[in-house]
């Protein structure tokens, strides 16, 4: 009921460009006839002898209130139905994980999926690393387009949910905007995510968890390598 009322009363102040034509709303044919002023009926509309009328600053604050809704509502469709950019578009890509990265950056970007690539390799020093990456977080922080490309290489970092060198023995956690690092489980290993609170479990003997999955690839630019996608429900 208080819905509707508010809804009544937004429709009785947009619809209406100044405050003079809502008032001018009110006067009746019976009124002028009567009166017969128009600028008469106006006041006494205004003062409150026609029954509960909003004051010039009510009526200026619900409109404005109302224009603001409107424009809200108008940004949050436009942003919905905007196309996402994708940096994988049009690039003819050839190995295994640049292919599985490319099937999965709109829903990342989007919000449907965040995944966790694992990753082991040598970086430019010759030294093996290896890590995890928020690739949603990646995609909003970095420019992909080199990496689909083929210009750079994806590789993890300090900065990433879990850094490790196996040459200096430096090891990094973080959590992300999307995942809460949990380092200290006795069973190993796991991510929570910020969002629906469901636990991914990157232990290759257990299963990754509810509503993740956990994918292999044989990659050519990479000794190993293991993407986990965790799915958004949406209700």
């Not at 029954?51 to 940004?75: C, D, I, M, P, Y």
């Not at 690039?91 to 999926?113: Q, T, V, W």
Request: aromatic fraction near 10%.
């Amino acid at each position: 009921m208080e819905y509707n009322t508010a809804a009544g009363v937004y429709d009785s102040v947009t619809q209406f460009k100044v405050y003079e034509d809502y008032l001018d709303s009110k006067v009746t044919p019976m009124d002028l006839f009567y009166l017969k002023s128009r600028e008469l009926a106006l006041k006494l509309v205004e003062h409150g002898h026609k029954g509960t009328v909003l004051s010039r600053e009510e009526f200026e604050e619900k409109k404005a209130a109302a224009q603001a809704a409107q424009a809200a509502k108008s940004n949050t469709f436009y942003s919905r139905s905007r196309p996402v950019t994708l940096a994988s578009a049009g690039k003819e890509l050839k190995d295994n994980f640049l292919k599985a990265l490319a099937e999965r950056e709109e829903a990342n970007r989007s919000g449907k999926m965040t995944s966790v690539i694992f990753i082991r390799d040598h970086n430019t020093l010759g030294q093996e690393v290896s890590g995890y990456i928020d690739y949603a977080h990646r995609l909003k922080t970095q420019d992909f387009e080199p990496y689909f490309s083929g210009k750079k290489r994806l590789m993890p970092g300090r900065t990433d949910l879990c850094y490790y060198n196996w040459k200096t023995q430096v090891s990094t956690s973080n959590s992300s905007p999307n995942f809460e690092v949990i380092y200290d489980n006795p069973n190993g290993l796991l991510f929570k995510n910020k969002r629906d609170k469901k636990i991914l479990n990157v232990d290759p003997m257990s299963g990754p968890g509810e509503d993740s999955n956990r994918t292999l690839l044989q990659s050519d630019l990479y000794i190993h390598v293991v993407i986990y996608d965790h799915n958004i429900r949406t209700v």
